[in-house]
């Protein structure tokens, strides 16, 4: 194979895997480790794939912007519902905490809490709220802060001061990307900086997501993959991508 040849294979292998790392390219191509990494400058250069830890990803899995939350609201609508519903059960029983993430998929848990099932609940999230003030057993709680019009969550430090005290039960937590090596990720400082206070508030944490953002990393970490103790997506996630969360320690459940 000429390298051109070569080089237009791992583009499109990326493409079609959404993540390769070095090691692999080098075993699939039968090349040492630095021709795999000097292919893969020249793939960036060229805009074809944007490398990162160990590896590479396509260009348009790495990403600093964020679409609104109507946008979100109506993308993989399906799927998001059956991971809430099946993220639904594990609520904490009565008398527990329980803290929501903003979020489109965090927001479709809630018509599937118990009617009668007294909780307390803490969430950033407008929409979430709004929703919870219609179910007389829970008791609301709402974080401060400066709403993001694109989120519809409050963030900055009014929120950061709250998180910083408590400690919940139960922590569901949406995020915009996943993987492995670069965790969990979101565009925004301030967004992240509550994220990452809601992670490690939390003595269990759900993470709800649909499989076309894990294997993606967008600008900033939030939280290491190891603080998950179960994520909840679809049954579009690849085999490899399963494998890893579960080297790391994370439940993988399949809604």
């Known amino acids: 194979m000429y390298p051109e040849e070569r080089r237009q294979a791992v583009a499109t292998l990326i493409s079609q895997r959404g993540r390769m790392s070095v090691a692999d390219l080098s075993v699939t191509f039968g090349v040492t480790t630095e021709t795999v990494r000097r292919d893969l400058a020249l793939l960036e250069r060229l805009g074809h794939i ?37 993220a639904a059960s594990y609520l904490p029983p009565a008398g527990g905490s329980v803290l929501f993430d903003s979020g489109t998929t965090t927001g479709r848990i809630i018509p599937e809490l118990p009617c009668d099932l007294d909780l ?10 709004a929703c919870l003030t219609a179910i007389n057993s829970v008791t609301l709680h709402m974080l401060g802060g400066r709403v993001r019009r694109v989120t519809q969550a409050t963030v900055g430090e009014e929120a950061l001061r709250v998180l910083n005290v408590l400690r919940v039960d139960v922590a ?48 900033l970490s939030f939280a290491p993959i190891h603080s998950v103790d179960i994520l909840v997506t679809d049954e579009e996630i690849n085999s490899t991508d399963r494998t890893s969360l579960h080297d790391q320690g994370v439940e993988v459940v399949i809604a």
């Open 172 to 219: 569901f937590i949406g995020t915009n990307a996943l993987s492995v090596e670069h965790g969990l990720s979101t565009p925004d400082t301030d967004e992240a900086a509550v994220k990452r206070a809601m992670v490690r508030c939390a003595n269990f944490v759900v993470v709800v997501a649909d499989s076309s953002k894990v294997g993606r990393e967008h600008l």
């Open 120 to 129: 307390t609940v803490i969430t950033n999230s407008v929409p979430i709220a």
């Open 50 to 86: 944007r490398r990162v830890h160990g590896g590479a990803v396509p260009a348009n899995l790495l990403t600093v912007t964020e679409p609104g939350w109507a946008e979100r609201d109506h993308t993989r609508a399906e799927h998001k519902d059956r991971i809430a519903k099946r």
